[in-house]
């Protein structure tokens, strides 16, 4: 049994239960862990990030949503890793193996975006640039793969977007078979994004840095924004590179909040 020590972290406000599983084994079931990220009779979290051994990495990294449900990548998640960890670090996911250095500001690589249709994926074949489906006042979004299926919408004012309501219709919509994480974007004066997430099972975030990755390519690769991206999310601010045919860089704070211990018997 797992000594029932964890981290609490955050970037930006999207928040994390991290259990440092390399020398004693900690796999909870999903029900496990959505009552460990519950914020009313649990810990608290948007994600539960549990760390273990890779043969092929510094380090193994699972990523369980609030529901309980797995996600391939979490870009704050792994710039909280990567601070936890305090160097340069190599983190096998499931997306692949990222790579992040531990400065001022965490960096990680989050390797390249996908926009094949069969990548990100979709139900069946149609252009990932301008897609022909729409929600409310949001409607034909562009879908890319960084790690996890996103869809982004570009609007003039993402405060008046009902992303509370139209963010699980179309986390549900038929055309993603594995679910998606929806985006809202508009552009600044500034040259940078405004950006709100609903986040595929955790929900509305303060922050949602594959989101922020996202939604920059989406940008650049529309011509709305230029390479190195200022992203302006609820939480605070992302900085995304990216030039075509490399891996999207993230650079934003991760916060240690404390350090804690419990028995994780008590959560079933």
């Not at 900690?26 to 810990?43: L, Y």
């Not at 994004?193 to 609903?198: H, P, Q």
């Amino acid at each position: 049994m797992h000594n029932g020590r964890f981290h609490k972290m955050h970037g930006l406000g999207n928040d994390f239960v991290i259990v440092d599983a390399r020398e004693e084994a900690f796999a909870p079931s999903p029900a496990q862990a959505a009552a460990i990220a519950d914020r009313k009779h649990g810990i608290g979290c948007d994600q539960l990030i549990i760390l273990s051994p890779s043969s092929i990495a510094d380090l193994s990294m699972r990523i369980v949503n609030a529901d309980g449900s797995d996600a391939q990548a979490c870009g704050n998640a792994t710039r909280c890793v990567v601070a936890l960890i305090g160097r340069h670090v190599r983190i096998e996911t499931v997306a692949g193996i990222l790579e992040g250095r531990a400065d001022d500001l965490p960096e990680v690589a989050m390797g390249q975006p996908h926009f094949d249709w069969e990548a990100i994926p979709l139900a069946y074949a149609v252009d990932p640039t301008d897609m022909p489906i729409g929600h409310g006042a949001l409607e034909r979004p562009m879908a890319v793969n960084v790690g996890n299926p996103h869809a982004v919408f570009f609007v003039d004012d993402v405060q008046a977007i009902d992303l509370e309501t139209l963010g699980p219709q179309i986390e549900h919509d038929a055309l993603f078979p594995e679910r998606v994480n929806v985006n809202v974007a508009a552009t600044r004066d500034d040259g940078g994004l405004d950006l709100r997430v609903w986040e595929r099972g955790a929900g509305l975030t303060l922050a949602c840095g594959s989101g922020a990755c996202a939604t920059a390519v989406a940008a650049i690769r529309k011509g709305l924004a230029r390479s190195p991206v200022a992203v302006h999310l609820p939480g605070g601010v992302l900085t995304i590179a990216w030039t075509e045919g490399e891996a999207v860089r993230m650079t934003g704070p991760a916060t240690y909040v404390f350090e804690g211990r419990t028995d994780w018997n008590r959560f079933g």
